[in-house]
């Protein structure tokens, strides 16, 4: 038991550290608006796909591909979504869409890969990335469903948009050339390595302080109850139904580690930006964002102490 416990406070305590010590540097002014902006920019644009390419590209290719993880991965986030859909039938159009996607949409680019890391070394980075950049366009996808389906209105422009945006995504882009060289066995010269490895040890690090020094915790002014339930949902429900079903399944170890950490992780950030976009009820997607990150060290570490002690990761 002391073990288990150890391994999953080793797993969220550095993720938590780092969220607090942005919090608290942007409240000694010590990290500025524009700051979180440009470095959050950096990271999703150069870092973080560093990061992911270095580490496709120089991997086993049939390693990172795990057909069966990610076909259960999507079977099981499309069944949260139906249930989430079936619960939240009361709310009205502005809402609904917006609850069910707090409550199943995941940060997995910083929070999840951080914690994956933390969790299995940076060996698991590879096929981690895979995962991250297919289980993307499933979360688009189903994104856009639903918030389509709560105004009862498709929206069209929307989806060509959200296509492009996946045909451009750094990260989508990033794992994709790294597939291709390592399928080739290409080798970059050394000093390129060198200098993406500076670029990618950034990545983590700057990200959480980022996240952490955009909190805001007097916005949250929503409906206390629903966003209760969508915290509760997104934290504790959702990765609860995941592991279940994947043990179920017969994943054990990393693969389920993988799973579990993923869909653990708090409401990804892009959620905000796509409930605007959509006229759905974008105070309370905030909100949802900023309950899910502050409580995600704490839920997680519960995951990971029940798994760890039953011995399934």
């Not at 990290?31 to 560093?50: A, H, M, R, W, Y």
């Not at 990061?51 to 499309?78: E, H, K, W, Y």
């Not at 040890?201 to 980022?210: H, I, Q, V």
Request: glycine share 8%.
């Amino acid at each position: 038991m002391l073990q288990a416990l150890a391994f999953s406070l080793s797993v969220t305590s550095p993720i938590l550290f780092m969220l607090l010590l942005g919090y608290w540097f942007r409240q000694r002014a010590m990290l500025s608006e524009d700051f979180i902006q440009s470095g959050s920019k950096l990271v999703f644009n150069v870092t973080l796909p560093c990061l992911l390419f270095l580490n496709v590209a120089t991997s086993d290719v049939m390693a990172l591909v795990q057909p069966s993880l990610i076909i259960s991965a999507t079977l099981i986030i499309g069944a949260a979504v139906a249930l989430l859909w079936g619960f939240s039938r009361s709310l009205k159009g502005a809402q609904r869409g917006v609850f069910v996607q707090g409550a199943f949409r995941s940060n997995m680019g910083i929070v999840g890969l951080a914690s994956v890391v933390n969790a299995f070394g940076d060996g698991i980075l590879a096929p981690a990335g895979v995962y991250l950049a297919l289980m993307t366009i499933v979360y688009n996808i189903l994104a856009v469903i639903v918030l389509s389906a709560a105004q009862r209105q498709p929206n069209q422009n929307l989806l060509l948009q959200m296509l492009k945006s996946m045909a451009t995504n750094p990260l989508i882009i990033a794992i994709a050339i790294g597939l291709l060289l390592a399928l080739l066995e290409l080798r970059l010269p050394q000093w390129m390595m060198t200098s993406g490895r500076y670029l990618a040890d950034m990545t983590l690090p700057l990200a959480l302080l980022c996240i952490g020094g955009s909190l805001n915790l007097g916005r949250l002014k929503g409906n206390r109850k629903l966003l209760i339930w969508a915290t509760v949902s997104k934290l504790v429900l959702v990765p609860a139904f995941a592991v279940i079903t994947g043990i179920l399944l017969g994943f054990r170890g990393e693969s389920l580690g993988i799973m579990y950490l993923m869909i653990a992780a708090p409401t990804a950030a892009a959620s905000f930006v796509m409930a605007h976009q959509m006229q759905g009820d974008a105070d309370l997607a905030a909100d949802i964002i900023a309950m899910t990150t502050i409580f995600t060290a704490f839920s997680t570490t519960l995951g990971l102490l029940t798994l760890r002690t039953l011995g399934f990761i």
